[in-house]
C-alpha cells in the first residue's frame, strides 16, 4: 500500500483536494482519497506540486518516431507530407529502436494511454510489451474508389498481428475515395470500432472540397494520383463527410485547426458521439497556425489531446501541449486542462472505467506537477510520475 498527498489533488471528481491523500494497493489501484487531518504521518510520500491522474495521448503516430529532427518546420502540411513520404526509408532496426524509446518517453512523460495511428504491423510488438495502454487505429488511405474494398480487407487482416485493442479508420478527406468512406461505415455495423481522423489540418482539404481548387490537385498530379473523382461540394471537409460516418462510433476529429464555427454547429446536427483533437505542438511544426481556440474553450464539446508523431514534433509529452494550450487560452483553469488531457481521452478510447480519474477502484496512474504558476500550468512547470 502507498499513500501520496500533495499541496493539492485533482481528482477531476470533484473540486480540487487540498492536503489530499491518495491511497494505492501496490499495482496503483486506487483504495481511498482522504484529505490530511491527523498530524505527521511517515508512512505519507509527501510532495510539493499538484497531483493528478495519469495523461491519455489520443492521438500519436509511433511508427514515424524514427524521423525526429529530419522534416523541415513551418512549411505547410502538403511539404510535410511529401518530405515524410521521402523519408520514410529507414531500417526495421532503426525504426523499431525509435519506436521503443518513444514508448519509454511517453510512459516517463506521464501518459498512461495512447490512441496509435498505424499504416503497418510493425508496432505490434512494442506495444503487447509496453506499461502503456495503446489502442490502434489501422489507417486505410486511398483514391481510387475501385479498390475501397481490397484496402479494407488488408485493414481487416492486419488487425491479427495487434495484441492490443484495434479498430480500423481513414486518414484525411484529401487521401480517401467517399466509397471507402462507404465501406467502413458499412464495416462497423453491429461492432465496436473507434474512428479517428485528420479534420481540417490544412486550408487545402476544404478548398479541394468546397472548390475544387488549390494545391491538392498539383500534389496528386506529381504523385501521378488520378484525382478526376473530386468534385466540387461547395462544402467544408467535416460537412461532407461527417454524414457517411457511422453513427453509434466514436469519432475523433484531429487537429481542427481550420474549423469555423459553422462546421462545429453542423456536428451538433447528428447524434453522433464527436471528440475533437488538439495536437498544438504538431500546428505549429506542420502549418505554424493554432486552431480557433475561442469558440472551443468554454463549450460543452468533448475535448482531448494528442501529441502527433515526431516527425511533427520535438517531445511526446501531454504537459508539453498543456503549456501551449495554457499560453493560449489563459483563462482557462487548470482543471478545465486537465479534463482535455486526462477524462475526455480516457472516454474516446473507452478506458474511463479505468483510467482518467482518480477514483476508488480506479488504476489511473498519478503524475505530480510542479512549479505551477498561480495555479496553473507555466513554462517552468514540470510533471514527475509517481505511479
Ligand atoms: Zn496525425
Known sequence: MRRFSADLVYTLEGEPIPRGIVITDDHGKILQITQEQVAFDPAIERYEGVIVPGFINVHCHLELSHMKGQIPEKTGLIPFIKSVVK???????????????????????GI???????????????????????????????????????????????????????????????SVSIELVHHLKAYCKGIDNKIAWHNQECIEEDELYKTRSGQFLQFYEDLGIDATTFASKSKSTLQALLPFMPKKQHILLVHNTYTCLKDVYFTKRFEKPVFWCFCPKANLYIEDKLPP????KHSELLKTIGTDSLASNNTLSILEEMKVLQQHIPDMSLTELLKWACIN???????????????????????????????????????????
Do not use: C
Not at 523519408?87 to 512523460?109: F, I, K, P, S, Y
Not at 495503446?134 to 475501397?148: N, P, Q, R, S, V
Not at 492490443?164 to 481513414?170: D, H, L, N
Not at 478510447?349 to 489511473?364: E, R, V
Open 345 to 387: 481521452g480516457a472516454k474516446y478510447l473507452g478506458y474511463d472505467a479505468d483510467l482518467g480519474s482518480i477514483a476508488i477502484g480506479k488504476t489511473p496512474g498519478l503524475n505530480l506537477l510542479q512549479r505551477l504558476q498561480n495555479e496553473k500550468i507555466g513554462e517552468s512547470t514540470t510533471v514527475k510520475k509517481l505511479i
Open 112 to 174: 498512461v494511454a495512447v490512441g496509435d495511428i498505424s499504416n503497418q504491423t510493425i508496432s505490434a510488438p512494442i506495444k503487447a510489451k509496453s506499461k502503456i495502454k495503446y489502442h490502434t487505429f489501422i489507417e486505410m488511405l486511398g483514391l481510387d474508389a475501385g479498390k475501397a474494398a481490397e484496402v479494407l480487407s488488408q485493414a481487416v487482416q492486419k488487425k491479427a498481428a495487434f495484441q492490443t485493442p484495434t479498430s480500423i479508420t481513414v486518414h484525411a478527406p484529401y
Open 293 to 296: 481556440f475561442d469558440f472551443f
Open 87 to 109: 523519408t520514410r526509408g529507414a531500417t526495421e532496426e532503426q525504426v523499431l529502436e525509435a519506436m521503443q524509446q518513444a514508448d519509454e518517453e511517453m510512459w516517463n512523460n
